[in-house]
């Protein structure tokens, strides 16, 4: 049977993205479609929000839904829906300016929205608003990280009894364990689930942890974070809910979007290349530098960073590895955005005399430049303190940029070391959360890249090889999961008396 799936969202590139999220959002909206045996009915429907200053694809048209305001009993809200098909899905742009029209799609670099229950809880009762209208309602939602929990919560709370969505199975991917959605009590009522949300005497609610005891089927997006998760160290409080689930929680691996990370086509970039001929790549890097200030004279190796200025990224491990990292010849390449805090001690070091020239550390989004930096670099860091998959180490090595990853989740997944398995390795990895592993890592890189010749390209080579196309296995992966999802809904429900 042909499925119909609508994915909720806060993200998806290229409309909006912090981070990895909207790269899978977009990806495998995509490549459900593009699967052969029609195995869905018609192509996905993701819903996100109309956030201020985002991309917007030509040719939205707009239409409206009347939800209940959350804030006033007995009014109603007018929400515009903004859609078109596009990237081979139907797209639609959740309108709220109270909402969305602001600055920061989660809060500023300080501070969290505080009204964000109220926002993906609108999000989220608009797009089931609209999907409950619709001559063919969805078998499957599937909602990505808290935001889109409100969701499942809003169609039990004050919508079970709607016919056309009370069948639907719901699949909840958690992108990252480390954000709950945490709704103190007093916001809980923003949330739109009417009276009785919150059991007595609770002083708020951990969203993710509704959406994990409650949907169909949970997965994570790595085998090996789906394995950490289930420990009290990584589980971050809810190992417990997780363990609770049984075979209903399971990790499938993120693919990536091989079309549009592609270093033959990459507009970004300098000069074109591909794995049979790699010689662009030299261009890539001299470009790099010229774009960073950086000294085309200097032989030292260029080690690549991106990513969202946060704590579990490992900023700080690189700031305290970096001296030593200048010491041993290397210029680094810095691109994120988010917390200043984060990013404060690297740019202690970035301002002292060894680093003149030597360090280039941009705060900022920018597309461009991390597709440069992607193929321009010698090398990729991701010292992640967790990673539940990890984009950049997919992308670096489709790129010919050996990943230098510590061995979390996704990463070790993903990422074989080469001085472990000569033969089959892709990169570099270390085990501990230290600047010390850290550094002697990026040794055996430093050792390896100077030494080059046949079995330096040969590195470069097996990464760039590597099959991570959407459409090979994660999508299909997807689909199983869906199907299950909805086998499980339709089982009689076994009571026991
Ligand atoms: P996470 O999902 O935890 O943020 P991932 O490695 O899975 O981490 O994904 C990060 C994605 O976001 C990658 O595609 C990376 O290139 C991109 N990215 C992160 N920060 C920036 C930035 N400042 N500018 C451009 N792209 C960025």
Same mark, same amino acid.
């Given at each position: 049977?042909?499925?119909?799936?609508?994915?909720?969202?806060?993200?998806?590139?290229?409309? @909006?993205?912090?981070?990895?999220?909207?790269?899978?959002?977009?990806?495998?909206?995509?490549?459900?479609?593009?699967?052969?045996?029609?195995? %869905?009915?018609?192509?996905?429907?993701? *819903?996100?929000?109309?956030?201020?200053?985002?991309?917007?694809?030509?040719?939205?048209?707009?239409?409206?839904?009347?939800?209940?305001?959350?804030?006033? @009993?007995? =009014?109603?809200?007018?929400?515009?829906?903004?859609?078109?098909?596009?990237?081979?899905?139907? #797209?639609?742009?959740?309108?709220?300016?109270?909402?969305?029209?602001?600055?920061?799609?989660?809060?500023?670099?300080?501070?969290?929205?505080?009204?964000?229950?109220?926002?993906?809880? &609108?999000?989220?009762?608009?797009?089931?608003?609209? %999907?409950?209208?619709?001559?063919?309602?969805?078998?499957?939602?599937?909602?990505?990280?808290?935001?889109?929990?409100?969701?499942?919560? +809003?169609?039990?709370?004050?919508?079970?009894?709607?016919?056309?969505?009370?069948?639907?199975?719901?699949?909840?991917?958690?992108?990252? #364990?480390?954000?709950?959605?945490?709704?103190?009590?007093?916001?809980?009522?923003?949330?739109?689930?009417?009276?009785?949300?919150?059991?007595?005497?609770?002083?708020?609610?951990?969203?993710?942890?509704?959406?994990?005891?409650?949907?169909?089927?949970?997965?994570?997006?790595?085998?090996?974070?789906?394995?950490? @998760?289930?420990?009290?160290?990584?589980?971050?409080?809810?190992?417990?809910?997780?363990?609770?689930?049984?075979?209903?929680?399971?990790?499938?691996?993120?693919? #990536?979007?091989?079309? #549009?990370?592609?270093?033959?086509?990459?507009?970004?970039?300098?000069?074109?290349?591909?794995?049979?001929?790699? /010689?662009?790549?030299?261009?890539?890097?001299?470009?790099? &530098?010229?774009?960073?200030?950086?000294?085309?004279?200097?032989?030292?190796?260029?080690? !690549?960073?991106?990513?969202?200025?946060?704590? +579990?990224?490992?900023?700080?491990?690189?700031?305290? !590895?970096?001296? /030593?990292?200048?010491?041993?010849?290397?210029?680094?390449?810095?691109?994120?955005?988010?917390?200043?805090?984060?990013?404060?001690?690297?740019?202690?070091?970035?301002?002292?005399?060894?680093?003149?020239?030597?360090?280039?550390?941009?705060?900022?989004?920018?597309?461009?430049?991390?597709?440069?930096?992607?193929?321009?670099?010698?090398?990729?860091?991701?010292?992640?303190?967790?990673?539940?998959?990890?984009?950049?180490?997919?992308? !670096?090595?489709?790129?010919?940029?050996?990943?230098?990853?510590?061995?979390?989740?996704?990463?070790?997944?993903?990422?074989?070391?080469?001085?472990?398995?000569?033969?089959?390795?892709?990169? *570099? =990895?270390?085990?501990?959360?230290?600047?010390?592993?850290?550094?002697?890592?990026?040794?055996?890189?430093?050792?390896?890249?100077?030494?080059?010749?046949?079995?330096?390209?040969?590195?470069?080579?097996?990464?760039?090889?590597?099959?991570?196309?959407?459409? /090979? /296995? =994660?999508?299909?992966?997807?689909?199983?999961?869906?199907?299950?999802?909805?086998?499980?809904?339709?089982?009689?429900?076994?009571?026991?008396?």
């Amino acid at each position: 049977m042909a499925i119909r799936v609508a994915f909720i969202a806060a993200e998806c590139e290229p409309w @909006a993205k912090t981070g990895g999220l909207a790269d899978v959002v977009d990806a495998l909206a995509r490549a459900l479609g593009q699967l052969g045996g029609g195995a %869905l009915e018609r192509p996905v429907d993701v *819903f996100m929000p109309h956030y201020r200053g985002m991309r917007e694809p030509a040719g939205l048209t707009r239409a409206e839904v009347r939800i209940p305001d959350p804030l006033a @009993a007995g =009014s109603e809200l007018v929400v515009g829906i903004l859609s078109v098909e596009t990237h081979g899905y139907r #797209l639609h742009l959740v309108d709220h300016p109270p909402a969305f029209d602001r600055e920061g799609m989660y809060g500023t670099p300080d501070a969290d929205h505080p009204d964000n229950a109220f926002r993906f809880g &609108l999000l989220c009762r608009a797009a089931l608003e609209r %999907l409950r209208h619709e001559e063919r309602p969805p078998d499957l939602l599937h909602i990505h990280d808290w935001h889109a929990v409100p969701a499942l919560l +809003q169609r039990d709370a004050v919508l079970g009894h709607d016919a056309a969505l009370a069948g639907a199975a719901v699949v909840l991917t958690i992108h990252n #364990l480390a954000y709950h959605g945490w709704t103190p009590a007093n916001r809980v009522p923003e949330l739109g689930l009417g009276p009785g949300a919150l059991p007595r005497g609770a002083d708020g609610l951990d969203l993710l942890r509704a959406g994990i005891e409650r949907a169909d089927l949970v997965n994570t997006v790595s085998p090996g974070f789906a394995a950490e @998760a289930l420990t009290p160290a990584m589980g971050m409080g809810l190992d417990p809910a997780l363990r609770a689930r049984g075979d209903r929680f399971i990790g499938i691996l993120n693919g #990536l979007d091989t079309d #549009l990370w592609d270093p033959a086509t990459d507009e970004a970039l300098a000069a074109p290349y591909s794995q049979a001929d790699r /010689s662009g790549k030299a261009r890539c890097r001299k470009a790099l &530098l010229a774009t960073l200030g950086l000294d085309p004279a200097d032989p030292g190796p260029v080690l !690549a960073m991106i990513g969202r200025l946060d704590r +579990q990224k490992g900023f700080d491990i690189l700031a305290e !590895a970096a001296p /030593s990292l200048l010491e041993r010849g290397f210029r680094l390449a810095v691109l994120g955005t988010g917390s200043h805090e984060v990013v404060a001690p690297l740019r202690a070091v970035a301002l002292s005399p060894a680093a003149l020239s030597r360090i280039a550390l941009e705060e900022r989004f920018d597309r461009d430049l991390a597709r440069q930096m992607y193929a321009g670099a010698d090398g990729f860091l991701m010292p992640s303190r967790f990673e539940p998959c990890g984009t950049g180490q997919m992308i !670096a090595l489709r790129y010919g940029t050996p990943p230098i990853v510590r061995a979390t989740g996704g990463l070790r997944d993903t990422v074989i070391d080469v001085d472990t398995r000569p033969g089959a390795g892709t990169g *570099f =990895s270390f085990e501990g959360e230290t600047a010390a592993e850290l550094t002697a890592a990026c040794a055996r890189f430093a050792d390896r890249f100077e030494r080059g010749g046949a079995a330096w390209e040969a590195l470069l080579e097996r990464g760039m090889a590597i099959d991570f196309d959407w459409r /090979s /296995s =994660s999508a299909p992966a997807y689909l199983d999961a869906y199907r299950r999802a909805i086998g499980l809904t339709q089982m009689p429900r076994i009571t026991s008396r």
